[in-house]
């Protein structure tokens, strides 16, 4: 007999404010308790010492938080100049110092060669894996840790503010795997003074901004208002296709969409079928119905969505404060 999950059945996104201080994992489990839903995940980690954007999953939009991932972030964030740390940010003591600060002209110089695609090194205390043992977890032990650079992509990164000659603000859009404290750390060994993250706050992750953020406080009140039968989930969700943004939409009929659910292809017949390959998800009924690839005219599902809420439409979703 299957194990039946403990929990409600609830599909879609949330975007919640994490506060500093809280890790990613817990932040998860305080929103999967207030909604009390049985499976609840999120799309890329942030550090106790960053608040702002986490995307949260729950239900049967896990399926789609591989693609939220791969989406671009947008992070603005302080550098402390004058020392570096073991963790590159504020967590631990410095472990090189100088009394070299950068002036402004220097700091803008060296911006374009932080830019583009780039070679990086991951912090120490970071959550690579190094022979399936995570690298924060063999620092904490005392272990050498030493990892390969590897190439990250950087969209965007200028200088916001200089408030005093110790501090910069910088915004950066970053590809998958860039790690903003090795930035910090880089730039700081660049302009000869070092420098550590104090601050760090990330504005977005792929189609998730500040724009639809809500906050635990907020969160709570509104599932205190809707009382024990947890109808505030449709005021605080965003719908489970609205991860799938700038991925083509196939619409199929009942019939197709009852192949799709079986696991089995979908022929892409007809006068308007799409000329295309790559990725794409069907919807049928105005649901999202399954995720996959069309190759060779036809759709091949690769995950298969079981969404019976009408508000689970493609664009729908409200955020409230």
Known sequence: MARRAKGRKVDGWLVLDKPVGMTSTEAVARVK???QAAKAGHAGTLDPLASGCLPIALGEATKTVANVMDGRKLYRFTVRWGAETATDDAESDAVATSDQRPDEAAIREILPDFTGNIMQVPPRFSAVKISGERAYDLARDG?????????????NLHLVERPDPDHAIFEAECG??????ALARDMGR??????HV???????????GEEQIISLENLSDLRDKAGPSGGFAGEALLSVATALDGIPAL???????ARLRRGQAVILRGR???????????ISGGLPVALGEVDKGAFNPRRVFNLS????RPGEGSFRG
Do not use: C, N, Q, W
């Open 272 to 282: 308007d079928a799409p000329v295309m390959s790559g990725p794409a998800y069907a």
């Open 190 to 195: 660049r302009l000869g003074s070092y420098g």
């Open 143 to 155: 272990e050498e840790v030493v990892l390969e650079a590897r190439e990250i992509a950087v969209h």
């Open 176 to 181: 998958k795997g860039a790690y903003v404290r």
């Open 309 to 312: 809420d009408g508000r689970d």
């Open 198 to 208: 104090v601050a760090l706050r990330r504005l977005a992750v792929g189609p998730f």
């Open 33 to 35: 308790r207030l909604f």
């Open 251 to 257: 619409a199929m009929t009942e019939r197709d969409a």
